[in-house]
Structures are given as structure tokens and as C-alpha cells.
């Protein structure tokens, strides 16, 4: 075969700041003056391999500046239908049918989120089988049979406590699972959730909350059993000599002692004795009874089927009290293992203290199982007054709904408690004896809590999980400087909680308030525990949040707008009343286009000291209206998902996420994916509800298909509009037929040598220069044809079209001359000479130019080696 040279070209890159009609002239294509194109992921030994559910293999990567990237390895459907979305730095890989499932509610979003399958590596070689949970709604939860495990699964675990199983599905056959799964219909078929992992998140500590008032007066936990599920306990520390009275590992192949050293230190300060340290460490309860679930590996993660069992588990073994110090994303409560917390708390009457988590200060970052509106989710404070707010911890309010959480904190930062043998989680913080180590974070608050949880139950024998819930929260020391958010009922004081004649409901979230404003309100009731009776005044103090800031200001209401009925009461002793608390809220300013929380205690005061207090919370949103939004494709029919034509839908007023806390596009975040039924737009977490007024902002790509077997994408279409206003009923229609083609023009004439690679990206910042709260972004590859709509230009945040591709100059044609003239074909060598790296589409620079068209002798070169050339007395020029 003859080889011969080709003339080299630089690649061609086109970037738009907003969709528009038209494209702006390409440069010159030469080396020296060609746009480079935006970082583009390279293979790499550290990129991951992904098996989806759907069947489709993904490889994940990053682009030099930081961003993750997807590429299909191998796509189990019809080519190209699968889209990477950017949401937060969460790189998702979607595909119409993924997004209509999800809409329905029956898939769980973080199955295609390649970021958190490289994080809980499920990637390809490091796990042979995607791991599920099934859940059978609500029938389900009430039936005493488990379904059998769908077809290409294998059941792991009954979750009777949420009504569903583990499952485990073969990567091999996930194509067929996805298939049948797509086929199910009816209230019976199940919805899928990743079994993603959850992660591990006192000499001054202990008297600071006040347990030694509660061990004078006789309550140090004895006879109370607290449950910790955690990475296991040191068998062997003397500080729990005799007081382990169950425990079991649920992390396959791994036994319960502590390899780790999260859960000794956390038993610790629970429930530690302090034998090792003379009782300098001492836990709160150090009389308590420990049930130790080992639900956390030796590296620290557990996922949510293991924890569901050990929760079971430790609630059937008598645990009144249950301390989980992990948490995995910031959460609703409406996922499985909150709901797990919310279900066995209600049926067994254990409480369940968890931790906040350990999110960096960020606002509505609670993670999850905290979320859970039963658990008693705790922020980590300073050991040492003013008993600041740490740093590291997790702050609320909850996202989505922005109740309270945390509902209490604790000391959590620089603590010394035990330390499991052969483990070291802090090498640069020594302490005064071995035997102990020093940690910060929320999963040393929790225990905390805990413990005094096991102390007010010791007391209190009788009591279910709600009424020691109140008593901790209402009797909490709040921080006057703080947000309500950041602390709920403030910090625990167990001295208080074990000695007050009068507790109270610890939190009232009175929800939302929406157009026309009625009065909204919720009841407190005051218990009062004493031998004496007690008169008190009940005195509101409430604040308003400010959204963006995240600070609090005293709320100046009109007289009448927050009233508490009776505003005065006397308690008999062992008696109790209760109050109701109503919120005018026509009365309150118009609220942001975000929403207006507001956040308060009512005060139960005798003689202008605090008795005891509640918790309030409420959001005033603005007014709603329907959007209705419809698609066509490029043959006037209408435009439909099963063709793998999505929206997203964003608030640009309530959009949130940021910093190191990777959230997707979920409603939760102002967020919603969307997909066509028959040309008509449904949006996930919708349905038919109206939206918060404000702006917003809509993409939406329009595929065209071939109907032929197998499907072949004739054209993409992208469109929307960047930023519009939701300030009254509004109806939209994305008309493919309007488009307008791109084509990219050049000097001198060109060919591609791969298909265009469209990227169509939005980015809102707000808040301090450089803080991305919200970012979101989605790619769609391999293109023949790509149509843009115009839209109006964005004056929120960004957004912009990418289209990248790569042009050459058109392979050198040559012809042989002679009696039988002849064309011959040029081959592109792709071998590395010289030591340059001429792989992919870098080959084309290893290959020198002719100088211009010409008649040149063309000889026999053998295979085209340098070997080859020098055999012919010809150097090869190779840069």
C-alpha cells in the first residue's frame, strides 16, 4: 500500500454566549491563529467505568479544569439517546426513559449519578452489581410479605420497616432488568433507590451540658439500653467492660470490633465509664446498657439496606435510645432511610439521635438520616463558651421544605473519648492518655444528645420517643446570637432536662402560607412535671430570615399578626395545657420571590425567666401560577420523550447548591427535570401544581429520528428561554421548525473529522463573588445536524451554547499518472515517532505538510515504517 503525507489542520472550536439564530465567522484555521477548544477529558488510568441500570456503560473522567466529563463506552439503546447533565458538580447520564421513570416516581435519581457511584465505588471494577432498594409504597409497607425479588435480581435483605428489600442487580444483565422495568405498570410495581453509602461523619463536654446535675439527682442511664450503629466498638476497652449487652456486625465479612475507631469514640461518649481514665472521660450515661451494631465498614461507610437491618435489629433489642453519627446527602426526609427512622421510631418508641452532618457551615444542609421528622438531629457547637457554632457542621433549615433541623446541638469539637486499639483517627492531636483520642464533628454531638436522651428515659420509663424529644429540645439552652436554624432548641442541657418542672412541644412547623394568606397556626402543649404548680406567660420572639444572607432580624409585625391563646396559663402539678399559636400571615411583608422563612421561640416566662420554649418555624411564598409548555419537533409532530426530548426547568430565585455539597437537579434545589408526553412538558416533583412566582429558566433539546430499525438521530435541537418571569399563567411553545441551522464556515475549505459536539450550559452565581450556588449544565454528543432557536439574552447569572468540533483540512487526493491512470487512497499513519504522542486526533500533527499541490514521484514505501523509508535512501521528516 502507498503511503504519503497529509496536510495538517488545527481543530475549530465555536463558542455562543446565549442561543441565537445565527453563528459569528470562524477564524483562520491555521495553527497559530486557531480558538482552542474548551478542556477536553482525556483517557486516563484514574477514569472510571460505570454499568448503568439502564445497561448503557459510561466512562467517567475530568476535564483539566477540575469538571467531570462523560463518554458512552457502549449505549444499550437506540445511539445517542443518552444526555450528561451537570448539576452542582454532579455529573448525571440520562435517557428519555430514565427521566419519565423518574417523573413517575418509580426510579431514584442518584442511579445515574456517575459522582456518586465513583464515590460509593460502583464502578465497573470494583463492583459487579449495581445494589437497589425496592420499595412497595405504602401497601407495601402494611403487607407482612415480601414480593419476590423482580427477575435478573437477587434479594440481600426484607426491609419490612419501609416495606421493601436489597436487591442486587447482575451489571450483565442489567439491559434485560431495565427492560422489564419499563414495562411494569400499575400501583404494584416497585421503585428502585440506589443503596448508596452512608459516611462516619469529654472532661469538658460532659459537665458543659450540664450530666453531672443529672448524676447527683440519680440518673445516669442505668437500666436504659442505647443502640450505637456505627463502624463497630473495642471489645477489649476497659471503659465498656460489662455493659455491651448485644451486638452483631451487618457489613459482610467483617466482624463487630472496631477496626476504624468511629464508633468506640462515639460509644464513648454516650456511654463510656471511664475506667481507663480514672472517669476523667466519662461518658453521659455511664451506667447505660450498649446494643452495638456494626452497620459501617472498617473504612468508615455503610450503606442504607445495612443500616435499615441494624436499626431494625437494634430496636427489637430493646435499644430506647438510638445514636447514628453518619449521613450521607443533604435530604427532604422523603428518602428511605429517613423514612425507615420516621416508621420504627413510630412503632417501637426508640428514639433516633443522629447527627447533623458535617457540611461546612453551609445553609440547608442537613443530611440525611437527620432530615427524618422524628429523629433528633444535632449541630455541633463549641465545648467551651460562647458555645459558638463549629465550623465543619451541617446547618438548616431543612431543604425543601425549610423546617427546623437541627433541633438541638452539642459539643462536638476537640473531644476525647475512647480510642479503639490498633486505630487513630487524629495522629496530630495527642492526649494525656492512650487510651483515648480527640475528634470534632457532629458525630461527636450526637452522643452527646444520646446520652442525655438515656438519662431523661431512665426517669422517665413510661415515656415513647416524642415526649423525650420535647423534653431535651424545650428545656435546650438557646444562643441568643444565633439563627434558629443553625440550632433549633439550642444546646442540650441534661441537667435542665432531668430537673424542670416544665417541658414543652419541642418544634411546631406551621408549613407554608400561600395566596390568598390566610391565617395559618399549630398547637404547643406544656407539661408540668413538678410537685408545685406553675403560672407562666407565653411570649413569642420571632424573627425573618433573610434567604440570601442567611441572618435573622427581629420580626416588627402588626399588633394582632403572631397571637398565643391563652397568652397565660396555670399548671397544676402532674397537669398540662395546651396553646395555639396563630399566624396572620396577610399581615406579614410580601414575602421574596424565593419565599420568606421565619424562624422563632414561644417563651413560656415566670416572673421574665424562660421556663421552657418551642421552636416555630413557617415560610410565606409568593403567589403561584401554571406554566404549560409545549414541543414540536422538526416535522411538526408532536415532541415526545420516548424520542429523547427533555427539559429542564430551573428557579432562578430559589436555585441552590453549592461548594463542597454535590446536589442534582432536584426539586428540592429549584430544580426540575422534565420530559414531553405527546408534545406536552411534565416536570418531576410537579404534577399539576402551579409555580412560586418569580424567574425561571428553560432549556430543552428537541431530538429528531429516523423511524427505521435500528433508530438514527437525524438533528438536535436546542432552545428555550434563558430567563422569563412567572407573574402570571403562561403557556410556551418550543417549535423545532423555527430553528436555525448551524453551519460552520472557513476560509479555506474543510471537513470534520468527528461529529459536532454540542454542550449547552447554564451557570447562575449569586451570593459572594466566586460562590457558584447553583450550576447546571447538560451535553449531548456525536451530532449530524444541530439546530439552535433564538432566545432572549439572559441578564441572570449566564447562559451559553457551546458547539465544539474539530475541521481539517480535506484529505490530499492523489493520482496516478500513466497508461492507466488511477486514484489512489491516502492512509492516515497513527503511529508515535520522534517521541510525540500521535494517538486519536492528535496523529493529524505528526504529519508533515506538503508544501503546495504539485506532481510528486510516487515510489513504493512497504508499510510506511522509518524502517521503510531509509530502505529507499529517504529520511522521514516527522516534527
Not at 399566624?583 to 417563651?603: F, K, N
Not at 403562561?730 to 472557513?746: L, N
Not at 459536532?756 to 450550559?761: A, V
Request: glycine content about 10%; charged content about 20%; aromatic content about 6%.
Amino acid at each position: 500500500m502507498l503511503r504519503r503525507s497529509l496536510t495538517a489542520a488545527a481543530g475549530l472550536m465555536l463558542s455562543v454566549a446565549v442561543l441565537t439564530p445565527g453563528l459569528p465567522a470562524v477564524a483562520n484555521p491555521r495553527p497559530d491563529t486557531a480558538p482552542q477548544p474548551p478542556p477536553a477529558a482525556r483517557s486516563t488510568p484514574d477514569d472510571l467505568t460505570f454499568t448503568l441500570l439502564t445497561g448503557d456503560r459510561i466512562e467517567l473522567s475530568r476535564t483539566p479544569d477540575g469538571r467531570p466529563a462523560g463518554r458512552v463506552v457502549f449505549d444499550a439503546g437506540p445511539q445517542g439517546d443518552v444526555v450528561f447533565q451537570e448539576a452542582n458538580g454532579s455529573l448525571y447520564a440520562l435517557t428519555g426513559q430514565a427521566v419519565r421513570l423518574i417523573g413517575m416516581g418509580r426510579l431514584d435519581p442518584e442511579l445515574f449519578n456517575l459522582t456518586r457511584l465513583a464515590k460509593d465505588r460502583y464502578d465497573d471494577a470494583h463492583a459487579e452489581q449495581i445494589p437497589v432498594i425496592a420499595t412497595y409504597g405504602k401497601e407495601g409497607a402494611r403487607s407482612l410479605a415480601v414480593p419476590a425479588a423482580p427477575k435478573g435480581t437477587a434479594r440481600t435483605r426484607a426491609l419490612a420497616s419501609i416495606g421493601g428489600q436489597a436487591l442486587r442487580v447482575e451489571k450483565a444483565q442489567a439491559a434485560q432488568v431495565w427492560s422489564s422495568l419499563v414495562g411494569e405498570t400499575g400501583t404494584g410495581a416497585p421503585k428502585l433507590w440506589l443503596d448508596h453509602k452512608m459516611k462516619a461523619s469529654l472532661d469538658v463536654s460532659v459537665p458543659a451540658i450540664g450530666a453531672p446535675q443529672a448524676w447527683r439527682a440519680g440518673y445516669d442511664g442505668a437500666g436504659v439500653k442505647i443502640a450505637v450503629l456505627d463502624t463497630g466498638i473495642d471489645l477489649n476497652h476497659p471503659d465498656f467492660a460489662g455493659r455491651i449487652s448485644a451486638s452483631r456486625s451487618f457489613v459482610p465479612g467483617q466482624e463487630v470490633q472496631d477496626h476504624f475507631g468511629h464508633g468506640t469514640h462515639v460509644a464513648s461518649i454516650a456511654a463510656g465509664s471511664g475506667a481507663a481514665s480514672a472517669d476523667k472521660y466519662r461518658g453521659v450515661a455511664p451506667a447505660a446498657q450498649l446494643v452495638v451494631g456494626k452497620v459501617l465498614s472498617d473504612q468508615g461507610f455503610g450503606t442504607i439496606s445495612d443500616i435499615i437491618a441494624g436499626m431494625e435489629w437494634a430496636t427489637a433489642e430493646g435499644a430506647k435510645v438510638v445514636n447514628m453519627s453518619f449521613g450521607g446527602d443533604p435530604s427532604d426526609g422523603k428518602d428511605p432511610l429517613s423514612q425507615a427512622v420516621n416508621r420504627i421510631s413510630a412503632d417501637t418508641g426508640a428514639l433516633f439521635v443522629v447527627a447533623a452532618g458535617n457540611n461546612a457551615g453551609w445553609p440547608q444542609s442537613v443530611t440525611s438520616p437527620a432530615s427524618a421528622d422524628r429523629a433528633l438531629a444535632v449541630g455541633n457547637v463549641a465545648k467551651t463558651p460562647p458555645f459558638a457554632s463549629d465550623p465543619s457542621s451541617s446547618l438548616g433549615p431543612r431543604v425543601g421544605d425549610f423546617a427546623i433541623k437541627p433541633e438541638i446541638t452539642a459539643p462536638g469539637a476537640s473531644i476525647v473519648a475512647a480510642r479503639a486499639e490498633g486505630t487513630d483517627l487524629n495522629p496530630g492531636s495527642p492526649v494525656d492518655n492512650p487510651g483515648y483520642q480527640n475528634l470534632t464533628g457532629t458525630s461527636m454531638a450526637s452522643p452527646h444528645v444520646a446520652g442525655a436522651a438515656a438519662l431523661v428515659a431512665q426517669q422517665h420509663p413510661d415515656w415513647n420517643a416524642d415526649q423525650i424529644k420535647d423534653a431535651l429540645v424545650s428545656t435546650a439552652n438557646p444562643n441568643p446570637s444565633a439563627p434558629v436554624t443553625w440550632q433549633g432548641g439550642g444546646m442540650v442541657n441534661a441537667g435542665r432536662a432531668t430537673s424542670s418542672g416544665l417541658v414543652a412541644t419541642g418544634t411546631l412547623n406551621l408549613g407554608e402560607a400561600n395566596p390568598p394568606y390566610q391565617a395559618i397556626g399549630g398547637t404547643v402543649t406544656l407539661r408540668n412535671l413538678g410537685a408545685d404548680p406553675v403560672h407562666a406567660d407565653l411570649v413569642p420572639q420571632m424573627f425573618k430570615t433573610d434567604q440570601e444572607r442567611y441572618r435573622q432580624t427581629p420580626l416588627d409585625a402588626p399588633d394582632g399578626t403572631i397571637t398565643v391563646e391563652p397568652s397565660t396559663v396555670d399548671i397544676a402539678p402532674g397537669g398540662s395545657v395546651t396553646v395555639r399559636l396563630t399566624v396572620r400571615t396577610a399581615q406579614l411583608d410580601e414575602p421574596e420571590l424565593s419565599g420568606t422563612s421565619y424562624y422563632g421561640w414561644i417563651e413560656a416566662r415566670a416572673g421574665g425567666t424562660a421556663l421552657t420554649h418551642t421552636a416555630v418555624s413557617w415560610t410565606k411564598h409568593p403567589p403561584r401560577h401554571r406554566l404549560t409548555v409545549r414541543g414540536v419537533d422538526r416535522t411538526g409532530a408532536p415532541a415526545h420523550t420516548t424520542g429523547y426530548s427533555l427539559l429542564t426547568l430551573i428557579n432562578l430565585d430559589a436555585a441552590s447548591g453549592g461548594g463542597d455539597i454535590e446536589i442534582g437537579c432536584l426539586p428540592q434545589t429549584g430544580c426540575y427535570l422534565g420530559w414531553y408526553d405527546q408534545g406536552t412538558a411534565n416536570f418531576v416533583g410537579l404534577g399539576a401544581d402551579p409555580l412560586p412566582e418569580g424567574r425561571y429558566a428553560l432549556v430543552t433539546n428537541i431530538s429528531d429520528w429516523a423511524k427505521q430499525v435500528p433508530a438514527a438521530r437525524l438533528s438536535e435541537t436546542l432552545g428555550g428561554d434563558p430567563e422569563f418571569v412567572m407573574d402570571r399563567d403562561r403557556s410556551m411553545t418550543i417549535d423545532a421548525r423555527k430553528a436555525k441551522r448551524v453551519e460552520i464556515q472557513t476560509p479555506l475549505p474543510s471537513t470534520p473529522v468527528l461529529g459536532m459536539k454540542p454542550n449547552l450550559s447554564w451557570t447562575r452565581v449569586k451570593g459572594v463573588p466566586g460562590y457558584e450556588q447553583f450550576r447546571y449544565g447538560t451535553s449531548y454528543y456525536d451530532l449530524a445536524n444541530i439546530y439552535l432557536l433564538p432566545t432572549p439574552r439572559a441578564t441572570t447569572g449566564e447562559f451559553n451554547t457551546t458547539i465544539g468540533t474539530r475541521l481539517v483540512a480535506p484529505p490530499v487526493t492523489m493520482t496516478a499518472e500513466g497508461v492507466r491512470p488511477s486514484t489512489l487512497d491516502p492512509v492516515y499513519p497513527r503511529w508515535s515517532l520522534g517521541g510525540n504522542d500521535c494517538t486519536d486526533i492528535a496523529y493529524l500533527r505528526c504529519v508533515p505538510a506538503f508544501a503546495s499541490p504539485g506532481r510528486y514521484t510516487v515510489v513504493d514505501a512497504g508499510s510506511g515504517t522509518p524502517r521503510s523509508w531509509r530502505r529507499l535512501g529517504c529520511a522521514a521528516s516527522w516534527p
